[in-house]
Structures are given as structure tokens and as C-alpha cells.
């Protein structure tokens, strides 16, 4: 059972839960099936807050996008919640002061 008292919310897809650990950061989810929480430690840098510009977003139910801080050129970080890993993700060569993600995230090669 998922204690209330976390306020998970669902992955898209509905086939999950999750929650922020914004002490640590951590992301935390709740697979349904096999019922048990998995903690993912995102790298140093990386900005993890609930409202813009360091809100987390979902890329798809299987990919949460983070920015990174301090990184140079701005760049993000994805989740792969299914097995773990981390990918680092450029972003624009110039993104302005405070780059916001917006959900849905997709990633675009256009001008």
C-alpha cells in the first residue's frame, strides 16, 4: 500500500507513481506491479524544485527530464525510470538566463 501521507502523483501512463525528494534530490517511484518504491539519485547540479524553471518534466511514461544547474553549455539530464540510467541531453547553444521545460518535452533539431 502507498502511504497518503507522500502525495504521490502518476507517471503518464498510469502505470506508476511518483514523488520528488527535494532534500536529497531524489525522484522516488512506485511501480504498481511490483509494488515497491525505487529511489533515483539524479547527478550534482541538477535542479529538482515543484514549480518553474527547476520543475522536472516528463518526456514519456518512461523519461523524466531535469535541468542541470551549473553545466556549461545549459544542458539537462534524463531519467530512465524503467532501468536506471542517466542520459545527458545538450540543449540550445543559448537557452537565456533561466531555461524552463514544458511538458510535454520533446526534443527538436529545428531554428
Known sequence: MV????????V???????????ARP???VFDLDAKQWRTFAPPPGVRMGDSAPSRPVWEDAEHLVLLVEYA???SAVRVDIANGNL???PLMPD?????????????????
Do not use: C, N
Request: aromatic fraction near 12%; proline fraction near 18%.
Open 72 to 74: 556549461t553549455p545549459t
Open 26 to 28: 531524489a525522484l522516488k
Open 95 to 111: 537557452p537565456g538566463y533561466r531555461p524552463v521545460l514544458i511538458e510535454p518535452f520533446q526534443m527538436s533539431t529545428a531554428p
Open 3 to 10: 502511504d497518503p501521507e507522500l502525495s504521490p502523483r502518476l
Open 12 to 22: 503518464p501512463g498510469g502505470r506508476s507513481l511518483y514523488r520528488y525528494d527535494f
Open 87 to 89: 542520459e545527458a541531453l
